[in-house]
């Protein structure tokens, strides 16, 4: 394999993995564009979303379940999978961090942080520590372009990413609660005297984030497998990638999500960096982005968050 088509397949490699980064991003960044708090626990929702979906499709699956019926099966545990953590998502905002919302700004990021504990703890008690497969819904045959190898895996993780992060901008943008999410990122007393219901517009905020958590860690699972602690570094690198696009915009979450994934991909291999200390990337190159431009690439100082 030539030098130019090793590191194209590392920039298609870096583009899949980047996509579910710039799905679970979005969510870190839509709560600090309402609330300007971190949801710590984020990572941990996608642990949920990826037991949940599991054990969904392996119970509508059978013992021997025809393609069409696999795929089907797989498509309804990933749409409960997302309405669930959804409501797990307000749940959490509801017990954990609304009655802290007046407090120091120090009490909800314990508050998720203990509840990022409770989860995994949770999950390692009630399924072990053991990590499971995630069974392919489809036969996940790889097809070679000019040299470059791609799967049926990887091609539904970009189309998932593409038509939620759309999906996403043109409710935000397009919608009346698009509109009254905005308008509560930017000022929420002026909101409520406008007739907005803050509460509302907050807990949706969350069960949107929650739900694209979801969907991200049942993605994730076909490479990464189930287990308990499976969300704390990759929520952690998506908050890094929502960090380096400028948290609190949606098109800097997607943005720094792919771009992560694609310096993870390609920076690795370019630099010799050993596959198990290529996590550092990540937070070597959030240092530099706090340093050089604490805002992010497409942060700005007056920015229109969520």
């Known amino acids: 394999m030539s030098t130019l088509i090793l590191y194209l397949q590392y920039i298609v490699n870096g583009i899949t993995l980047g996509a579910i980064y710039a799905l679970i991003a979005l969510g870190y960044t839509m709560v600090y564009g309402i609330l300007k708090f971190i949801n710590f626990a984020h990572g941990d929702i996608l642990m949920v979303g990826a ?3 599991l054990l969904i499709f392996q119970a509508l699956m059978g013992d021997a379940p025809s393609p069409f019926w696999l795929m089907t099966s797989f498509l309804i545990a990933m749409l409960l999978s997302a309405v669930l953590c959804a409501i797990l998502g307000m749940l959490i905002e509801r017990v ?6 007046n407090a120091n700004r120090l009490a909800p990021l314990l508050s998720a942080i203990g509840v990022s504990f409770i989860l995994s703890n949770g999950a390692a008690w009630i399924f072990g520590t053991q990590s499971r497969r995630f069974p392919y819904p489809f036969v996940n045959t790889p097809t070679s372009i000019f040299g470059i190898t791609i799967t049926p895996h990887q091609i ?4 998932v990413a593409v038509v939620m992060m759309v999906a996403l901008t043109l409710f935000v943008n397009r919608t009346r609660m698009g509109k009254a999410m905005r308008a509560t990122s930017l000022d929420q007393p002026t909101s409520e005297l406008m007739g907005i219901d803050v509460n509302k517009v907050i807990s949706l905020t969350f069960a949107i984030g929650s739900a694209l958590a979801a ?3 049942i993605l994730a699972a076909f490479d990464f ?6 969300g704390t570094m990759t929520g952690l690198k998506a908050f890094v990638a929502a960090v380096i696009g400028g948290i609190g915009n949606i098109q800097g979450a997607m943005f720094g999500g792919i771009l992560l994934g694609l310096l993870e991909s390609v920076g690795a291999p370019l630099l010799h960096i050993p596959s198990a200390l290529k996590d550092t990337i990540a937070f070597v190159i959030l240092i530099i982005i706090l340093l050089v431009k604490p805002d992010g690439i497409l942060g700005k100082n007056e920015r229109e968050k969520v």
């Not at 539904?156 to 189309?159: K, N, S």
């Not at 497998?225 to 499976?230: A, G, K, L």
């Open 156 to 159: 539904l993780i970009v189309v």
């Open 51 to 53: 037991y949940v979906g």
């Open 225 to 230: 497998r189930v287990y308990p602690s499976m």
């Open 215 to 217: 969907i991200g860690g």
């Open 96 to 101: 954990a961090y609304k009655p802290l919302r």
